[in-house]
């Protein structure tokens, strides 16, 4: 992991510089913010640690940058203020800082904040489901098919990601009420039958991953 640290501060600089390394951790820090952005055009960083109070240009103005660049849109940032005041941890919050970590702060409880937020952004990358050419973001309850987003209903949607987390196993109607709707399956109910329907209909070309096993139910995984 490579975390770039972002702060004016010599002493602090290399402290936290030499724990990160301590811990395993690649790390490079920058007094300027100009120097930052040279070194992000080479190698993006895995986390920022980011100063608020900095020469040329303020933490939240980088801050802002980062979250409005699609490549960094999502990259992990832990603000480092000195300022204790509610409003500058709460503009860093609203401007999309992940933590903050208030100076004077000891380097274990840092190094405790960094791991808890990279295992945190490991959870979520884990969220997204692909299978062919379809993508389920869980977190954001997003659909694509070949990168246009379908809507979904919510039990359409709940349907869809059980079935692509089991692929290749077979789920029988029993079971698909039991997971989806909470009752059991009556041998007349077809609630799931025209859930599936309207699900390949919207998924286009990729309905066909749902593959019916007939007298049994349904599965996923046989065609991709």
């Not at 920022?48 to 660049?69: A, C, F, T």
């Not at 203020?81 to 702060?105: C, H, I, Q, R």
């Not at 859930?195 to 995984?221: A, F, N, W």
Request: charged content about 30%.
């Amino acid at each position: 992991m490579l975390i770039y640290l972002v702060e004016d501060d010599n002493s602090i600089r290399e402290l936290v510089a030499y724990t990160l390394h301590s811990a395993g951790f690649q790390a490079e820090g920058f007094e300027k913010p100009s120097a930052f952005w040279h070194a992000c055009k080479a190698q993006l960083p895995d986390l920022v640690l980011l100063d608020l109070m900095l020469p040329e240009e303020d933490g939240i103005s980088i801050l802002k940058k980062l979250r409005n660049d699609p490549e960094t849109k999502k990259m992990p940032i832990i603000l480092l203020t000195a300022k204790s005041s509610e409003y500058d941890k709460v503009m860093g919050l609203e401007n999309g800082a992940d933590d903050y970590v208030a100076k004077p702060f000891s380097m274990m409880e840092l190094l405790a904040r960094v791991k808890a937020l990279l295992r945190r952004v490991e959870k979520d990358e884990n969220t997204g489901l692909t299978i062919g050419d379809l993508l389920v973001d869980k977190t954001r309850h997003e659909v694509s098919v070949k990168g246009e987003k379908v809507t979904l209903t919510l039990k359409e949607f709940e349907l869809l990601c059980l079935l692509i987390e089991n692929k290749g196993k077979v789920l029988t109607r029993d079971q698909l009420l039991n997971s989806i709707w909470g009752y059991e399956f009556d041998g007349e109910n077809r609630t799931v039958d025209v859930h599936i329907r309207t699900l390949r209909q919207k998924l286009g070309s990729c309905g066909e991953y749902i593959e019916t096993v007939r007298g049994v139910g349904y599965k996923v995984g046989g065609k991709v």
